[in-house]
């Protein structure tokens, strides 16, 4: 089955700096890569995702990369602000049906004032 | 305001009570999920319904039993659990289809479990 690494697990950040949480993923089916964040207290909440026949993915301060050949996906915040502070969850997934989806573990993002 | 309602927020119950966790999107989606929170660990999926038919069980324990009367309805009953079934239990719901490249999860805001 697939198998999601996600790192660091801790990341702390001065505010107006940059962010960079990092994926690999192990199965060359998966096609979908969604990004949550999740905030204390509430559920996972999507962010931005990225299929993939896409190379590259901007919203505003967010973006994130896929590279299909080494299997790795990456999520890029810009200018963060304290409101960015959250565990922010990376994923996987083929199509079809129901999503069969496999999480990363998580990364805490302190945004430091 | 996710489209996807879980209640209770809150739940602390003892072993040997039985008790339901509820959720209901407004979504009109086909595929509903159980999710399993626990710290330091992945997400761990526990249940899949598509179509109202279960189509995943992750191993998950019979103490644990999934009820999905239709595509907006999804129930999780809890009898006899342990103190290590404490955890954040997440629903999620999401459109179904073949083909494509993979469509979007949206999770309700969770229910919290203690057993004591």
């Given at each position: 089955?697939?198998?999601?690494?996600?790192?660091?697990?801790?990341?702390?950040?001065?505010?107006?700096?940059?962010?960079?949480?990092?994926?690999t993923y192990s199965d060359s089916a998966s096609n979908y890569f969604p990004w949550y964040k999740q905030e204390l207290g509430k559920g996972p909440q999507l962010i931005i995702d990225i299929r993939s026949n896409v190379g590259e993915k901007k919203d505003q301060r967010i973006a994130v990369t896929l590279n299909k050949t080494a299997k790795h996906f990456s999520l890029h915040i810009t200018?963060?602000?304290?409101?960015?502070?959250?565990?922010?969850?990376?994923?996987?997934?083929?199509?079809?049906?129901?999503?069969?989806?496999?999480?990363?573990?998580?990364?805490?993002?302190?945004?430091?004032? | 305001?996710?489209?996807?309602?879980?209640?209770?927020?809150?739940?602390?119950?003892?072993?040997?009570?039985?008790?339901?966790?509820?959720?209901?999107?407004?979504?009109?989606?086909?595929?509903?999920?159980?999710?399993?929170?626990?710290?330091?660990?992945?997400?761990?999926?526990?249940?899949?319904?598509?179509?109202?038919?279960?189509?995943?069980?992750?191993?998950?324990?019979?103490?644990?039993?999934?009820?999905?009367?239709?595509?907006?309805?999804?129930?999780?009953?809890?009898?006899?659990?342990?103190?290590?079934?404490?955890?954040?239990?997440?629903?999620?719901?999401?459109?179904?289809?073949?083909?494509?490249?993979?469509?979007?999860?949206?999770?309700?805001?969770?229910?919290?479990?203690?057993?004591?």
């Amino acid at each position: 089955g697939e198998n999601v690494e996600q790192h660091p697990s801790t990341l702390s950040v001065q505010e107006g700096d940059s962010a960079v949480i990092k994926c690999t993923y192990s199965d060359s089916a998966s096609n979908y890569f969604p990004w949550y964040k999740q905030e204390l207290g509430k559920g996972p909440q999507l962010i931005i995702d990225i299929r993939s026949n896409v190379g590259e993915k901007k919203d505003q301060r967010i973006a994130v990369t896929l590279n299909k050949t080494a299997k790795h996906f990456s999520l890029h915040i810009t200018e963060t602000q304290p409101e960015d502070s959250a565990v922010y969850f990376c994923a996987a997934s083929s199509s079809g049906g129901y999503q069969k989806v496999t999480f990363g573990i998580g990364t805490k993002l302190q945004v430091i004032p | 305001e996710t489209g996807v309602t879980q209640t209770p927020r809150h739940l602390v119950m003892g072993m040997t009570n039985k008790k339901s966790l509820k959720c209901e999107q407004h979504l009109g989606h086909n595929a509903m999920y159980w999710y399993k929170q626990s710290a330091k660990k992945p997400l761990e999926l526990m249940f899949v319904y598509s179509l109202e038919e279960r189509v995943e069980n992750n191993s998950v324990p019979s103490r644990f039993s999934p009820e999905c009367p239709n595509s907006s309805h999804l129930f999780l009953h809890l009898h006899t659990l342990q103190p290590e079934d404490s955890a954040l239990y997440l629903c999620a719901s999401s459109p179904t289809g073949t083909g494509g490249t993979g469509n979007t999860i949206y999770f309700g805001e969770g229910s919290w479990l203690t057993v004591v």
